[in-house]
């Protein structure tokens, strides 16, 4: 997820943040805030113009060859050197179509940014981190990969390349490639990250063998769903996973705490979405109200996430979803599907959160924690005072780096539990 904006300045900041430049590509003589206060209401038009300004083409190389069942996951399909984005000076940036799995264990096509730091790799090889961002939407055009910014540019992403870590900077399969995306599916978007290591080292020969796997928000549900897969797979060149405020709300916490959580019902109607992608008996009007049904078309196939936020600004969580919509069978068994700390993890995982976070709240986070620490995971936590959802991002990137440097040095992990 990315925050729910509960002030003007807040979605301000978030639009000067996410487009930039972009900001002033919008038709003369609207602004970002009105001039008596009041918080801005951008038309759903313009927002799409905002959006739109970053965007590079979802092309044919998205598509999904027919190749496909004849290889197998982790497999590259295609790739392509990508001049467009937004890097640091002297970076250089490969797109790469690979195969993977869906949460049932299909057969996928999904894709991925591989971005190199300026300069000569190091003998052992470029140290990988595999990035796992946060909710950009459900359609096909909110990949990362067809956004000149690569979407977390601007909140610190950037900064991995400059400390010369190498980014395999994921999509997830649905966003660009072909097909549902099964969103905030912690197996699916584990699986696309697993699957991301062996093709980017046939994509990028610089690559070096070890990585560690990072994520914020959706992406860091995917961090500990890598964790917990590693703990069977047993990869040698696995280090650890780093999971910013990690999206592991799947009991209904949205719906649950409107008080912390204001304006964050629009992740709701993209929770119906992703469980209809996970299962097909499911259908979303099961769960949605006539109020969360209402732009659920548009922002399934229109825009990505502030087209979604503009069209439900002011609809809280309750509002969306029927009575008793957390008893139907299959919310019921997605959410037991994503459950996070049901196993045990592999390595060490260093857990950011805000604690005025209101997208994924302190509370939901420290439920996670408490679990891990319950099992003896090794587990290090920091919450970080103040800071709403994208600020635990931005502001925590020295402290990522350097436990993720740790890592590739050998040094012992720290666990306070």
């Excluded at 000076?89 to 971005?115: F, N, P, T």
């Excluded at 119906?272 to 109200?289: N, V």
């Excluded at 990505?304 to 139907?328: E, H, I």
Aim: with cysteine; proline share 6%.
């Amino acid at each position: 997820m990315i925050s729910n904006y509960r002030t003007q300045q807040q979605f301000i900041r978030a639009l000067a943040c996410f487009a930039g430049a972009a900001c002033t590509l919008l038709m003369a003589g609207t602004s970002l805030a009105a001039d008596n206060g009041s918080p801005p209401r951008k038309t759903p038009e313009q927002v799409l113009q905002i959006e739109h300004a970053t965007a590079l083409p979802i092309t044919r190389f998205y598509d999904t060859p027919n190749a496909l069942h004849s290889t197998k996951p982790g497999d590259l399909l295609g790739k392509e050197v990508v001049k467009q984005y937004s890097l640091p000076i002297g970076a250089s940036a490969v797109r790469m179509l690979y195969h993977s799995k869906d949460a049932a264990g299909a057969d996928v096509a999904s894709s991925a940014a591989i971005l190199i730091p300026a300069g000569q790799a190091p003998r052992q090889g470029w140290p990988v981190v595999i990035f796992a961002h946060g909710t950009s939407g459900v359609a096909r055009q909110c990949a990362p990969s067809a956004m000149t910014d690569v979407y977390y540019g601007p909140l610190g992403l950037f900064e991995f390349i400059k400390a010369g870590l190498a980014v395999v900077a994921l999509d997830y399969h649905g966003l660009g490639t072909e097909g549902p995306h099964q969103y905030i599916n912690k197996v699916a978007q584990s699986n696309d990250a697993i699957y991301s290591v062996t093709a980017a080292r046939i994509a990028v020969a610089s690559l070096g063998a070890n990585w560690v796997v990072a994520g914020h928000s959706q992406g860091g549900l995917a961090a500990w769903g890598v964790a917990e897969q590693e703990a069977a797979r047993h990869d040698p060149g696995y280090l650890g996973a780093v999971a910013v405020a990690a999206a592991t709300l799947h009991d209904g916490w949205l719906v649950a705490h409107p008080d912390t959580t204001h304006d964050a019902g629009f992740y709701v109607a993209w929770l119906a979405y992703g469980i209809h992608a996970r299962f097909a008996e499911f259908q979303p009007t099961d769960m949605l109200s006539s109020a969360g049904m209402s732009h659920y078309d548009e922002i399934t196939h229109t825009g990505c996430w502030f087209y979604a936020f503009t069209l439900y600004r002011g609809v809280d969580a309750p509002a969306m979803v029927k009575p008793n919509w957390s008893q139907n069978p299959w919310v019921q068994k997605f959410f037991q599907e994503n459950r996070v700390n049901a196993v045990a993890v592999a390595g060490p995982v260093l857990a950011i959160a805000g604690v005025g976070d209101t997208a994924v709240p302190l509370g939901a986070v420290r439920e996670v924690i408490d679990r891990a620490c319950h099992h003896g995971q090794p587990v290090f936590f920091r919450p970080y005072p103040g800071l709403e959802h994208d600020q635990a991002m931005k502001q925590s990137m020295p402290e990522q780096i350097r436990w993720i440097k740790d890592r590739f040095a050998g040094q012992p992990a720290e666990s306070n539990c």
